[in-house]
């Protein structure tokens, strides 16, 4: 997963998980407490969401949850899962509090809840439940063991993501550059010229997921696919050579000031606010902060072009890069929620949100890309969503680190803190050895 959500303090973590193990006690209790009238509206679910108030999704899954109780008479026990939700679900299966579904990102350590026995595989729900017709193939994929067709099936994707660059072409314009950047010679350019107007150039969190994305983004320029995908998942970061350009031409990147000042000590909250307010002209941001620039009030979206990282000369990808996947938040069921008395009700809920006047809405509020077949074009309201899905004929997708790094994903995010700092090549690839062996 990428963190989608706005940066939570991790020191927060052990009062989070608390705070869950006496929220999630409380949904425990509640059925008891209200007696035969509950037991007679259908029952509950014990739900922790990653879509939390102040995330965009988070009204849309509002109204699914307001229906559905409606319909069925069955309560909706939500817990907000924060930045650790992979941290607090763990601590609360292990104390015996586990709640029924998860909907969150397949990323970290979600990513071997299965091996762990937190959740169970949904491979016969998908045919059972009559969504193996409408799932697209590629979003069931990429939520299967390794990532590969076959595999067991984790969970069910949902939100779908596009990943690009977002250019504000009014600072480029003032700061003499003319177009958005396709190689990282020009990208070098324009940030000499941004910073002489005084501009930020390229904004992102370099102590998180944000600037961990960036990375790899950068260090796969000289890399085929499957060999990537090799590394990030066994190592072997120093011992490949192509690799090593990568990151080399990252930290070229970096020394050349691509990047704006003291980024190693950014959060992708501060890369949103500088980017939002003008202060710097670039960064990378997914499909889920389309409605949310619109919301920041300052017109940032009227002022976007959506791009692919600049490529350098001899890159395996012949155009710019951007990420895309299906990746970001689905739903994961838990040994408890697959109990008799639990599954189907945690079936008609989950059914609910495949429904396509559901889609549409995540579509139009979310900039979600749909996991199912169908024109959901008219709900593609938002302009940069628009804008994205025509992405195709201009920008190569790179390979998405998440499933393939697993939960060695905060070590690695700790050592690229460094290498957006001063660390050299051969500090950076060695470390990233040491974090992904354990």
Known sequence: MHRTMPRAVRGVAAFAAGALLLSLAACGSDESAAGPATAASGGSIDVVTRWTAGNSAAAAQKRVFDAFTAETGIKINITEGLEAIDDQVETAVAAGKSPDLVIVNLFDKTVGWLDAGVTVPVDQYVKDWGLAATMKPEALDEWRVGGVAGGELQGLPFSGFSWPFWYNTELLTKAGVTEVPKSTDELIAAAKKLRAAGVGPVAVGGNDWSGQKLFYQIAQSFTDAATMQKVMKEGGYCATPSVMNGIKLFTDLRDAKVFVDNVAGLSSD?????????????????????????????????????????????????????????????????????????????????????????????????????????????????????????????????????????????????????????????????????????
Do not use: N
């Open 270 to 438: 501060d890369m949103y606010a500088s980017y939002y307010s003008g202060k710097a002209a670039i960064m990378s941001a997914g499909s889920w902060a389309y409605t949310e620039s619109k919301a920041s009030g300052t017109g940032i979206e009227t002022r976007t072009a959506l791009g692919g990282f600049p490529v350098p000369s001899g890159s395996v990808y012949p155009k710019p890069t951007a990420y895309q996947g299906f990746t970001g938040v689905g739903f994961m069921i838990t040994k408890q929620g697959a109990e008799p008395d639990k599954i189907d009700k945690i079936r008609q809920l989950v059914t609910k949100f495949y429904g396509r006047p559901a889609v549409g809405d995540f579509v139009k509020d979310a900039g979600i890309l749909p996991p199912v077949t169908g024109d959901f074009s008219s709900s593609a309201t938002d302009p940069l969503l628009k804008a994205s899905l025509g992405l195709d004929a201009d920008v190569d997708y790179a390979v998405l680190p998440d499933v393939w790094i697993g939960s060695a994903s905060d070590p690695i995010t700790q050592v690229l803190t460094g290498a957006y700092g001063k660390a050299t090549p051969q500090e950076i690839c060695g470390d990233l050895d040491t974090a992904t062996k354990g």
